[in-house]
């Protein structure tokens, strides 16, 4: 109660400090990210400088915390838009981004009034730690504004019946969303759903092939296809189709896999077993169907689950395409036009980030269209991960509908109150109803 009585530039100032603090241990907590997460450290050092510009974002945004001022219909009244403090925020977050999306669901909750309880991924509990004690250092009395909540899906699930929760934001698989969603929906909750992508990209005639190569590299196999935001499905047009393939297998080749923390390294381990074993299976699921399966194998690196990066060639959108498999898998397939390209784009059941590379103005503009792409992300000319900040960040159909981050995600956090004011004497009704005394 005490933090949402605070001005909304007052919460601005402690998270202005929080960012401040983070600054001066960044390089303590990427470490504790590519320990945990296994990411490189170049990326683990990213995810940490996205919380610091979170808080930067969020300090601005306390003063900016608009409400609308409307006319009335009625003399000497207007009508004002109110933005009022939800209460409890539940944030639940994956091991990939063990940091980043707890900075953007608690930046804007906090600079919107709320306080949060973070459940961390099991297997970056000590991430979470760290960002806590980083928070602790300059909350002074609000210490208690994060709470940590460790555990597996039993903690998640009861987070979700917890009718004293707010809002029950969520990052994680489509599975997890369809478990949990219903159970928030049971009390008439509120959900902020961030889950899974099939995400698709499509190369026209006109692109530059070398731009796109690096980009298709990027965001097929950094952080080892972990990212919801990961490069799955690939879509050429045929009369490039060789060329590009070509390009693509060099790339993948070239690519330094090896330990997280030696700056050198692009690409790190899958998280664990279990991890490459999905890998496996998926590439062998997929062997009938294939016309060429490039990578994907083991490599002798240390103790860790490294891989090399698969490039599958298709010959038809199969189920196996259909599934969103966390390793570096790369389905790619030629087609004919562009209509046809983005049919298949949009064929899956997830709808979170897509790309096209194409220097056609025409072809780009239906790409972003309303019969082009169906996802929440749509990029021109660069790659479908690596989402800045300053956009809301979240995707269409089983991705969940949830934005975080920045545009006006922060009405998410809060909840809208209409207010009618009267400041004359007597007292019109709407819609010119008449009830006079008796």
């Known amino acids: 109660m005490a933090w949402r009585k605070l001005p909304a530039p007052v919460r601005g100032e402690y998270i202005r400090r929080f960012g401040e603090a983070l600054r001066t241990r960044k390089a303590e907590l990427a470490e504790k990210i590519t320990l945990e997460a296994k990411k490189i450290i170049s990326e683990s050092q990213g995810e940490a400088q996205e919380v610091i510009d979170m808080c930067d974002f969020a300090t601005g945004l306390s003063r900016q915390l608009y409400g609308l001022t409307m006319p009335s219909e009625r003399l000497n009244h207007r009508l004002q838009e109110i933005w009022q403090p939800l209460g409890v925020v539940a944030c639940v977050t994956a091991f990939n981004f063990p940091v980043a999306v707890f900075g953007w669901n608690f930046c804007l909750a906090a600079v919107c009034g709320n306080s949060i309880i973070w459940k961390p991924s099991p297997h970056t509990e000590g991430c979470a730690d760290l960002t806590k004690e980083i928070w602790d250092s300059v909350a002074e009395d609000y210490k208690d504004l994060i709470l940590i909540e460790k555990g597996g899906n039993e903690s998640a699930n009861d987070l979700a019946k917890n009718e004293k929760i707010a809002l029950f934001s969520a990052t994680g698989s489509c599975e997890m969303g369809r478990t949990l969603a219903p159970v928030v929906a049971t009390r008439l909750g509120r959900s902020l759903?961030?889950?899974?992508?099939?995400?698709?990209?499509?190369?026209?005639?006109?692109?530059?092939?070398?731009?796109?190569?690096?980009?298709?590299?990027?965001?097929?196999?950094?952080?080892?296809?972990?990212?919801?935001?990961?490069?799955?499905?690939?879509?050429?047009?045929?009369?490039?189709?060789?060329?590009?393939?070509?390009?693509l297998i060099i790339s993948f080749d070239s690519l330094i896999i090896g330990d997280?923390?030696?700056?050198?390294?692009?690409?790190?381990?899958?998280?664990?077993?279990?991890?490459?074993?999905?890998?496996?299976?998926?590439?062998?699921?997929?062997?009938?169907?294939?016309?060429?399966?490039?990578?994907?194998?083991?490599?002798?690196?240390?103790?860790?689950?490294?891989?090399?990066?698969?490039?599958?060639?298709?010959?038809?959108?199969?189920?196996?395409?259909?599934?969103?498999?966390?390793?570096?898998?790369?389905?790619?397939?030629?087609?004919?036009?562009?209509?046809?390209?983005?049919?298949?784009?949009?064929?899956?059941?997830?709808?979170?980030?897509?790309?096209?590379?194409?220097?056609?103005?025409?072809?780009?503009?239906?790409?972003?269209?309303?019969?082009?792409?169906?996802?929440?992300?749509?990029?021109?000319?660069?790659?479908?991960?690596?989402?800045?900040?300053?956009?809301?960040?979240?995707?269409?159909?089983?991705?969940?509908?949830?934005?975080?981050?920045?545009s006006d995600a922060w009405k998410s956090y809060m909840r809208r109150m209409t207010a009618t004011l009267n400041y004359g004497s007597d007292l019109p009704l709407a819609q010119g109803v008449e009830f006079n005394d008796k």
Not at 225 to 244: A, D, N
């Open 260 to 406: 997280p923390i030696d700056p050198s390294s692009q690409v790190g381990p899958l998280l664990n077993e279990q991890s490459y074993v999905n890998m496996q299976n998926r590439l062998e699921s997929c062997r009938s169907s294939a016309i060429k399966i490039h990578g994907g194998e083991r490599l002798d690196i240390d103790n860790g689950f490294y891989v090399k990066p698969a490039i599958v060639e298709m010959k038809t959108h199969t189920n196996d395409m259909n599934t969103e498999t966390f390793a570096p898998i790369l389905y790619v397939m030629p087609y004919q036009n562009l209509s046809q390209a983005i049919d298949l784009q949009n064929s899956v059941q997830q709808g979170l980030s897509s790309s096209i590379f194409t220097n056609n103005l025409k072809e780009s503009e239906l790409f972003l269209g309303p019969e082009g792409s169906d996802c929440g992300i749509a990029n021109v000319n660069i790659g479908t991960s690596g989402a800045e900040i300053g956009g809301a960040f979240g995707g269409e159909k089983d991705t969940g509908g949830g934005r975080e981050s920045g």
């Open 193 to 247: 759903l961030e889950l899974g992508g099939n995400n698709a990209a499509i190369v026209c005639p006109s692109a530059d092939m070398d731009l796109a190569v690096k980009a298709i590299t990027f965001s097929a196999a950094g952080t080892a296809g972990q990212r919801c935001t990961t490069l799955r499905r690939l879509f050429i047009h045929q009369s490039i189709y060789s060329e590009l393939i070509k390009k």
